[in-house]
């Protein structure tokens, strides 16, 4: 059972879901023997002891085990979601009575998720693995007198690096950021293979439709985009990619895509799935390309890919899908309301695969820990990057 002062500093929805949530965790514990094996070597040198820490990533089972490997090094470790619709209340319970303070909820409105993130800063954490900068941007803009505190910040999503670079130009990055987003055991599977594979089962799940013969949109050719285009493709979509990039561009045409306009490539695609990691990928005035019945969906980590606001109200046709009218008497089905669908409508990356991108979050807290990454960005070592990779190909039993 967790300490009675861990309950009563919490903010969750119900700690009677902890059975369900450690059931979660154990599963993804079982399943990431990298992460595992990493951090009985490395993460017990004291170099963590009585640090704060402050989690802030999608609020799972996979997320949970490595808040609690980081507890197991002596960090005093505090955990909220980085959206709120990702939030697993179960997993929430499981961790508080673990010993883990947690602030989140499923479902928590822009001015509750704000706050649950206010709350953990109030913590006063040194250490952030962040995810899309949601509690390093809270803390700059709302709460700048906690930046003082901050002794390096972890990021994991291309749209929080792009985030901490603006505030590097600005002058604000007074602190070390790592760039996890950038390890190579962190973009070239994550995003590919994990969050490629997972949006498209999760768009499929949630509408009960085929993909076979269907045409697909994919705008943005990004690590995301590429695996979401080859998935479509893998389960016999005909895609056509979006991408502003003419390298990008130039490469999903030898991918074996259609390349084309954003209004040509609305044209006919059944499926519509944005990957910029950006805002506005498909812009209000974009929505009148749309044909009759289009499935929307975001692969994205902005909640603002699609314009949501634009299509108006929609009424719920399947859980988590709902039905939007549009002039000339079309209709679009939207997954998730615009949120990340693989895990708003899912369970996220497969845990062998955030076995590699946790196993980066984890050594690049360890390393800022040392105290000698120099305040701005920085790059992942690339040394760290090699360590994961021989250790997983180990626990498959390959040899090189």
Same mark, same amino acid.
């Given at each position: 059972?967790?300490?009675?002062?861990?309950?009563?500093?919490?903010?969750?929805?119900?700690?009677?879901?902890?059975?369900?949530?450690?059931?979660?965790?154990?599963?993804?514990?079982?399943?990431?023997?990298?992460?595992?094996?990493?951090?009985?070597?490395?993460?017990?040198?004291?170099?963590?002891?009585?640090?704060?820490?402050?989690?802030?990533?999608?609020?799972?089972?996979?997320?949970?085990?490595?808040?609690?490997?980081?507890?197991?090094?002596?960090?005093?470790?505090?955990?909220?979601?980085?959206?709120?619709?990702?939030?697993?209340?179960?997993?929430?319970?499981?961790?508080?009575?673990?010993?883990?303070?947690?602030?989140?909820?499923?479902?928590?409105?822009?001015?509750?998720?704000?706050?649950?993130?206010?709350?953990?800063?109030?913590?006063?954490?040194?250490?952030?693995?962040?995810?899309?900068?949601?509690?390093?941007?809270?803390?700059?803009?709302?709460?700048?007198?906690?930046?003082?505190?901050?002794?390096?910040?972890?990021?994991? =999503?291309? !749209? @929080?690096?792009?985030?901490?670079?603006?505030? /590097? +130009?600005?002058?604000? &990055?007074?602190?070390?950021?790592? *760039? %996890?987003?950038?390890?190579?055991?962190?973009?070239?599977?994550?995003?590919?293979?994990?969050?490629?594979?997972?949006?498209?089962?999760?768009?499929?799940?949630?509408?009960?439709?085929?993909?076979?013969?269907?045409?697909?949109?994919?705008?943005?050719?990004?690590?995301?985009?590429?695996?979401?285009?080859?998935?479509?493709?893998?389960?016999?979509?005909?895609?056509?990619?979006?991408?502003?990039?003419?390298?990008?561009?130039?490469?999903?045409?030898?991918?074996?895509?259609?390349?084309?306009?954003?209004?040509?490539?609305?044209?006919?695609?059944?499926?519509?799935? =944005?990957? !910029? @990691?950006?805002?506005?990928?498909?812009?209000? /005035? +974009?929505?009148?390309? &749309?044909?009759?019945?289009?499935? *929307? %969906?975001?692969?994205?980590?902005?909640?603002?890919?699609?314009?949501?606001?634009?299509?108006?109200?929609?009424?719920?046709?399947?859980?988590?899908?709902?039905?939007?009218?549009?002039?000339?008497?079309?209709?679009?089905?939207?997954?998730?309301?615009?949120?990340?669908?693989?895990?708003?409508?899912?369970?996220?990356?497969?845990?062998?695969?955030?076995?590699?991108?946790?196993?980066?979050?984890?050594?690049?807290?360890?390393?800022?820990?040392?105290?000698?990454?120099?305040?701005?960005?920085?790059?992942?070592?690339?040394?760290?990057?090699?360590?994961?990779?021989? =250790?997983?190909?180990?626990?498959?039993?390959?040899?090189?």
């Amino acid at each position: 059972m967790a300490a009675p002062d861990v309950a009563l500093r919490s903010s969750i929805a119900d700690p009677g879901l902890a059975d369900e949530g450690d059931r979660r965790i154990d599963w993804a514990a079982r399943h990431s023997p990298v992460l595992t094996a990493l951090a009985r070597e490395r993460l017990g040198d004291g170099a963590l002891e009585g640090r704060k820490v402050a989690v802030v990533v999608h609020l799972e089972a996979k997320t949970a085990y490595l808040a609690l490997l980081l507890a197991e090094a002596g960090a005093h470790v505090v955990a909220a979601g980085s959206n709120a619709r990702s939030t697993q209340d179960e997993v929430a319970a499981a961790l508080v009575r673990r010993g883990v303070e947690v602030h989140a909820h499923h479902d928590a409105s822009p001015e509750e998720f704000t706050a649950d993130l206010l709350a953990v800063a109030e913590t006063g954490p040194e250490l952030v693995i962040d995810d899309g900068a949601e509690l390093t941007r809270r803390i700059l803009d709302l709460r700048p007198d906690l930046a003082p505190g901050l002794r390096g910040v972890t990021e994991e =999503t291309t !749209t @929080g690096v792009a985030r901490l670079r603006a505030f /590097e +130009a600005e002058g604000r &990055l007074t602190f070390p950021a790592i *760039l %996890a987003n950038n390890a190579r055991c962190k973009h070239m599977f994550d995003n590919p293979y994990g969050t490629g594979q997972t949006s498209l089962q999760a768009i499929l799940r949630l509408t009960n439709l085929s993909a076979a013969g269907k045409r697909f949109c994919v705008i943005g050719y990004g690590w995301v985009g590429q695996g979401v285009a080859a998935r479509a493709a893998g389960y016999g979509g005909r895609v056509t990619v979006v991408e502003l990039d003419p390298v990008q561009a130039l490469r999903a045409l030898m991918d074996g895509h259609r390349v084309a306009p954003l209004d040509e490539a609305l044209a006919d695609a059944e499926f519509v799935i =944005t990957a !910029t @990691g950006g805002t506005d990928a498909l812009p209000a /005035e +974009a929505l009148s390309f &749309l044909r009759d019945k289009v499935v *929307l %969906a975001n692969a994205g980590h902005q909640d603002r890919e699609i314009a949501v606001d634009a299509l108006g109200p929609g009424e719920e046709v399947r859980p988590k899908v709902t039905r939007h009218d549009l002039p000339g008497g079309r209709r679009a089905y939207l997954c998730v309301g615009g949120s990340l669908v693989n895990i708003a409508g899912g369970d996220g990356n497969p845990v062998e695969i955030m076995d590699l991108s946790f196993s980066v979050q984890a050594l690049s807290v360890h390393h800022l820990a040392g105290g000698k990454v120099p305040a701005g960005t920085n790059a992942f070592p690339d040394e760290l990057d090699r360590v994961i990779a021989r =250790t997983k190909l180990q626990t498959l039993g390959v040899r090189i």
